[in-house]
């Protein structure tokens, strides 16, 4: 009788914490390995073709993964990425908190859209991805509040597209939410987890 065939090693393109926590709790096992992705110079190039968000999010997430394929044969890597568009506008993680405060002034009494896509990818060939969107109002709330709220949380909005963490005090932010949790968070989970568990990876 032949030796059964060894489980798929997952591989997560990424560097973000938030990614690797929600498969970490999810008791689904990585190892990270950060790409190296010039994300501003495909964002530009989308802006200047008018390319919509969701496709520029599914092309970083493929480029992502694509970039350190190969220094995984066989793995599963999963590329990640997540954009952030209000009224034609795309958004980036501020660089700083002044740049945070700016950001959320912008988005303040507005609807926007959180764009998540996660590619997967084996031996450089794309074998799943999947988007999805929600749509996120904010609250018209006070400029002291705003500054209370980065006071209060500091540095850690920076390592959000939205400069703000739904699952923590940027909640008191919103007016109203519609669409997955965890597309807010940056990542589709509950089809990725389907498609892991089909291939070996998580359980049935």
């Known amino acids: 009788m032949s030796a059964p065939?060894?489980?798929?090693q997952l591989v997560l393109a990424s560097g973000s914490r938030t990614r690797a926590a929600m498969l970490e709790q999810a008791g689904v096992s990585a190892i990270l390995d950060k790409p190296l992705v010039d994300e501003d110079e495909v964002k530009a190039a989308g802006r200047a073709e008018g390319v919509p968000a969701d496709i520029v999010a599914e092309a970083l997430a493929e480029l992502k993964a694509q970039?350190?394929?190969?220094?995984?044969?066989?793995?599963?890597?999963?590329?990640?990425?997540?954009?952030?568009e209000c009224e034609g506008r795309w958004f980036d993680k501020p660089a700083d908190l002044a740049a945070a405060r700016a950001q959320l002034l912008d988005l303040r009494g507005?609807?926007?859209?959180?764009?998540?896509?996660?590619?997967?990818?084996?031996?450089?060939?794309?074998?799943?991805?999947k988007v999805d969107s929600a749509r996120l109002t904010m609250r018209n709330f006070t400029e002291a509040f705003l500054d209370e709220y980065l006071t209060r949380v500091g540095d850690d909005v920076l390592h959000s597209v939205g400069a703000y963490q739904l699952e923590g005090l940027g909640a008191q932010l919103f007016q109203r939410v519609e669409g997955d949790f965890f597309t807010i968070l940056g990542l589709p989970l509950l089809p990725l987890l389907g498609f892991l568990r089909v291939h070996g990876v998580g359980r049935e």
């Open 67 to 84: 970039r350190i394929t190969r220094r995984h044969p066989g793995a599963l890597v999963v590329g990640a990425d997540q954009m952030l």
């Open 110 to 129: 507005r609807t926007h859209r959180l764009v998540s896509c996660a590619v997967v990818v084996r031996d450089g060939e794309r074998i799943w991805h």
């Open 5 to 8: 065939l060894p489980l798929p």
